[in-house]
């Protein structure tokens, strides 16, 4: 069911925010049900003031009494922790009415009406690739992470993992620092520190990034989550990277939802006779892209997409970083003869420049920031003077 619910800046309305607590935590109301009635009624505040007879239509009666009756105090608390937390700098709770709600989750088919997030909350509308794979990763497993999140990084592209052991720690940490940086997806509560291994990694993505949690304040690690959270890290990519993944692996879960989402997924191959090649090879066997490099993932990406990227982050950078890393040269000027005085797209000067894609954008971004071109909406680009 497609909601129709209109934007608003529910984090900054604490009566609204409340509201919209108040519907999710219900237990046992589920996400399904509440888009049912959001779907009816409109927004949370709509739904709990709606008649028991329109109600009943949509959810059993004993749903129908909670959501009529006040809140008891085991609510009324829970909602009191979470506006409380909500409050504290550098803590955000996001509504699917919210504005910046990261869009490409609105795509999914079963898209969190709440999100916890601790951090840069902007990162979640960034270009972004998920990297993950094995919690038993191998040491070449962990390097290949670290390696090909660092260069996503610096290309401007946000690295989402999962916060697990092995794969997904070693891509948080490659892409910490970076000019993209990380977001983390957590399938407990926001507050709740798991693996308490990665404790400390996790401080340094709420610092430089963030982390995110669809699941309340005070969720314990439940087995079921962990895949149910695995939906959120394809659905906020544009692609997904999988690296060491056993035969039977939660990360093929993550590929196999992606491929739904209708996003682009890539594989690293590994020796035949390792263990954990052996989800990677299924997944090039049906389709998935295979990877030796991490210019197979960035000229697979939009160049829009990747200027948009690089200027995102030249923007959340400190002021001690230059723009000046994205270098004017050969193919700049290449592409200032491609682009002729005719707005032109992306695609059609990849093919008069015989550009990659990272090329093409660091190019386009050189001289958009330079002042010789601008772009235009859908994604064209002009000479200026």
């Given amino acids: 069911m497609t909601l129709q619910i209109s934007h608003c800046a529910g984090d900054e309305d604490p009566a609204a ?41 949509l959810v059993p009666p004993r749903l129908v009494q909670l959501l009529c009756a006040q809140p008891g105090p085991a609510l009324r608390a829970r909602i009191n922790a979470a506006l409380a937390w909500a409050a504290q700098p550098g803590h955000t709770i996001l509504t699917l009415a919210d504005a910046a709600y990261p869009p490409l989750l609105l795509s999914i088919p079963d898209p969190p009406l709440l999100l916890y997030v601790r951090g840069r909350v902007g990162l979640l509308q ?55 940086s990380t977001v983390a997806v957590i399938g407990t509560g926001i507050d709740i520190d798991y693996p308490a291994a990665n404790r400390a990694l996790a401080g340094r993505i709420a610092s430089a990034g963030c982390i995110v949690s669809e699941y309340a304040l005070g969720t314990p690690p439940l087995a ?28 093929l879960i993550t590929a196999r939802l992606a491929a739904e989402q209708g996003r682009d997924v890539f594989a690293l191959p590994g020796s035949i006779h390792s263990p954990l090649a052996k989800g990677c090879h299924q997944l090039i066997r049906e389709g998935a892209k295979l990877v030796e490099t991490t210019r197979d993932i960035i000229d697979e990406l939009p160049p829009h997409l990747l200027v948009a990227a690089a200027r995102e982050s030249v923007d959340c950078q400190s002021d001690n970083v230059a723009v000046g890393e994205v270098v004017l040269g050969v193919d700049a000027e290449l592409v200032m003869q491609a682009i002729g005085h005719d707005p032109v797209d992306g695609d059609t ?20 920031l330079e002042g010789r071109i601008e772009m235009l909406p859908g994604a064209h680009y002009r000479r200026l003077g």
């Avoid at 070449?140 to 670290?146: F, K, L, M, R």
């Avoid at 008069?352 to 958009?368: D, H, I, M, N, V």
């Fill in 224 to 251: 079921h989550h962990f895949p149910q959270r695995n939906r959120l890290i394809s659905g906020l990519a544009r692609a997904v990277l999988v690296i060491e993944a056993a035969a039977q692996s939660g990360s």
């Fill in 349 to 368: 000067l990849a093919a008069r420049c015989a550009l990659g894609s990272s090329r093409l954008a660091e190019a386009l971004l050189t001289l958009e």
């Fill in 126 to 180: 960034a270009t972004a690739v998920a990297v993950v794979g094995s919690r038993n990763a191998t040491r070449q497993g962990v390097e290949h992470a670290t390696r090909f999140s660092a260069e996503l990084g610096r290309a401007g592209v946000t690295v989402v993992s999962g916060l697990a052991l092995g794969i997904d720690a070693a891509a948080h940490a490659g892409a910490l620092g970076e000019r993209g």
């Fill in 17 to 57: 925010l409340a509201a919209w607590l108040r519907l999710v935590l219900i237990d046992d109301l589920g996400n399904a049900a509440c888009r049912r009635l959001l779907g009816r009624f409109g927004l949370p505040g709509q739904v709990l003031r709606a008649p028991k007879a329109a109600l009943r239509e």
